[in-house]
């Protein structure tokens, strides 16, 4: 799990000078782990929640998909600028540019994931099976 | 069930039955296996005739993607005369008309006038003025019984007659509507019915014709024309020929087994025209009135319609619509709405989506699930359903509602919610109740989808707005104020 999202976060970022171990460890697993779980709760909510439990079918559209899905990836970005900031224990006016660098990361990482879980979740969705588009239906 | 002849004189018995086509479009019942409307006007041209025709023809294209069925939009079958008989000798006109006049025959001419006896000439010279005897037949008989009683008899003569007679089976009815007050239906209607129930007549099916069940809707004036000296018509005429057909009527109508009058105050004038294509005349309360008699006479068992006598009919809206100059659904009385108020609401909810919002609802499963975005342009199933609400069902609300007195069920321009005329909103949610609109039928459509959807036709794509519109209607809009 640990050398999965580290090699997902360095990808793009490389590692931090000074304090890679410990965020390595403390950071990267929660962040990672946490933003999977909020995309899942988004995903889920969307689908069956804006788009299953009324009868009014009003947000299948692919508009209000991306409006969800930005949203998550500004909580995502929250999320992990806030995990490293206190990983580190930083105060925010002290903060790196490398922090800012894993947040948008993370966001973009938030974004990836909440397609993978459309495509797995729209299915058995009632009035969104074909949002944000046909495939893998037929 | 069996099948109903429908005979529609002039363009009252025209329109009368096109107020009849939409009802039947709205899925309202009829107990008939078919209905086989014949429009009998001297006047081909004539524009209500022409536009109810063009709309039987509409209906017949729909019905026969559809097929007959127990419940649902267009679920009656219309048929010509020429789907109920096989006319192996292919002299019978495909349409829903009853073509017997030569064009631009005269009145003399169609009486052979010239070589008539002297004295016989003398007659009817004192009958018809020179000006009636050298008009052309082709604009019908513009408000003239007297030629219209002789010219009419050729009906009898022409091969669908014949074909009506040979089609005729025993337990079919026969309904015909006719205007008192004009020419074409003046004359046709007692001429008709003494064929009918001849028994010297030797043509195929006389016999059974000649017991069969016959109704008639006699519509009373209900409307002006503007005086106008182009014209042979005088409106003022109206009810003076109406008071002389009734006298009429009174001693030698012999054999109906059923007569309804409707008739209603004169509040407007429409342009005088003889005929021909300029005469279209709004719809009009009256002639929804005159279908619903239609209904009402196919509700009969035979039994009650048998005994010996005729029935006769009234109508009558609720008292406080006396003086009303707009009907709404709380003019109507229960039976009326019980008959009419759910299908037309259904089909009027159909049209406003089917119009309005259909081609934007690319991203519902229903629409996915029908392929609605290839099919809707291509197919002429949905091109005909998009002409049926454009040109015929629209344009018909908004004539009943501009016409005097009005008849305005529902609200032509607003949103869904506020659909019917004189209700309350439309709305849904069961603590947090919110205005209904196209979203909300969208869900209902993809709810029912997968329980109704089979083969993606047009069958599938019917059901799916009948079901769908039925729900809304059992759910969120009953009842009708």
Redesign the interface.
């Known amino acids: 799990m640990q050398e999965f999202f580290t090699f997902l976060y360095e990808l793009f970022i490389g590692e931090h000078p000074n304090e890679a171990a410990l965020i390595r460890n403390e950071v990267f697993p929660s962040v990672g782990l946490l933003t999977l779980f909020i995309t899942l709760l988004m995903v889920l909510l969307y689908y069956y929640g804006m788009n299953s439990l009324s009868t009014r079918a009003r947000f299948n559209y692919t508009g209000y998909w991306i409006g969800v899905m930005l949203v998550n990836a500004i909580i995502c970005f929250v999320v992990a600028l806030n995990k490293i900031a206190n990983g580190l224990e930083v105060h925010f006016d002290d903060y790196e540019p490398y922090f800012y660098y894993f947040a948008v990361e993370n966001a973009f990482y938030s974004i990836f994931f909440f397609l993978l879980f459309s495509l797995i979740f729209k299915t058995w969705s009632k009035h969104a099976p074909y949002v944000p588009f046909k495939f893998p239906m037929r | 069930m069996s099948k109903l002849f429908l005979f529609g004189i002039g363009g009252t018995g025209a329109r009368v039955i096109k107020s009849l086509t939409m009802l039947m479009a709205a899925g309202v019942e009829v107990k008939a296996s078919r209905i086989v409307p014949i429009l009998i006007d001297p006047d081909a041209r004539n524009g209500d005739t022409v536009r109810t025709m063009n709309l039987l023809k509409l209906y017949k294209n729909i019905h026969q993607e559809l097929g007959s069925r127990e419940r649902g939009f267009f679920k009656t079958d219309i048929s010509t005369l020429q789907d109920v008989w096989n006319d192996k000798d292919g002299k019978l006109s495909s349409g829903f008309n009853f073509p017997f006049l030569a064009n631009n025959e005269t009145f003399e001419n169609f009486i052979d006038f010239h070589n008539l006896s002297n004295r016989s000439q003398d007659l009817l010279s004192l009958l018809f003025g020179k000006q009636s005897r050298e008009s052309t037949l082709e604009v019908g008989f513009k408000g003239n019984p007297n030629i219209g009683s002789i010219v009419l008899n050729k009906l009898t003569e022409s091969p669908e007659f014949t074909s009506f007679g040979k089609a005729f089976n025993p337990g079919d009815r026969i309904f015909i509507i006719s205007s008192i007050f004009g020419g074409t239906g003046a004359s046709g209607f007692p001429l008709l019915l003494k064929k009918f129930r001849s028994t010297e007549s030797t043509y195929a099916g006389a016999g059974a014709i000649n017991n069969a069940i016959i109704g008639a809707l006699t519509v009373k004036p209900y409307f002006g024309l503007h005086d106008s000296d182009n014209s042979a018509i005088d409106s003022n005429t109206f009810i003076t020929k109406t008071k002389a057909a009734l006298s009429y009527y009174l001693h030698n109508l012999k054999g109906l087994n059923a007569l309804y009058y409707v008739a209603d105050t004169i509040n407007k004038s429409y342009q005088n025209s003889e005929g021909g294509e300029e005469q279209k005349n709004q719809a009009h309360i009256v002639e929804l009135i005159g279908a619903l008699s239609i209904l009402d006479f196919l509700d009969y068992r035979d039994s009650e319609l048998n005994e010996g006598r005729t029935l006769y009919h009234e109508y009558g809206l609720k008292s406080d619509a006396k003086n009303a100059s707009q009907v709404e659904f709380g003019h109507l009385s229960a039976e009326t709405k019980n008959k009419i108020g759910q299908p037309l609401t259904q089909l009027k909810v159909f049209a406003k989506h089917y119009t309005e919002h259909l081609r934007e609802a690319t991203?519902?499963?229903y629409y996915?699930s029908l392929e609605l975005n290839r099919k809707l342009d291509t197919e002429p199933f949905y091109k005909d359903l998009n002409t049926f609400f454009q040109n015929h069902f629209y344009p018909w609300l908004k004539e009943l509602s501009e016409n005097e007195r009005s008849l305005r069920l529902f609200n032509l321009n607003n949103e869904l919610s506020l659909l019917i005329s004189g209700g309350k909103p439309i709305r849904?949610g069961k603590i947090f109740k919110s205005a209904v609109d196209f979203?909300?039928l969208?869900?209902?459509f993809?709810?029912l989808r997968t329980s109704i959807i089979r083969d993606k036709s047009p069958k599938d794509f019917m059901e799916l707005m009948y079901q769908g519109t039925g729900k809304l209607y059992e759910e969120n809009i009953k009842p009708l104020p």
């Open positions: 991203r519902h499963p996915e849904e979203t909300y969208d869900g209902i993809t709810n």
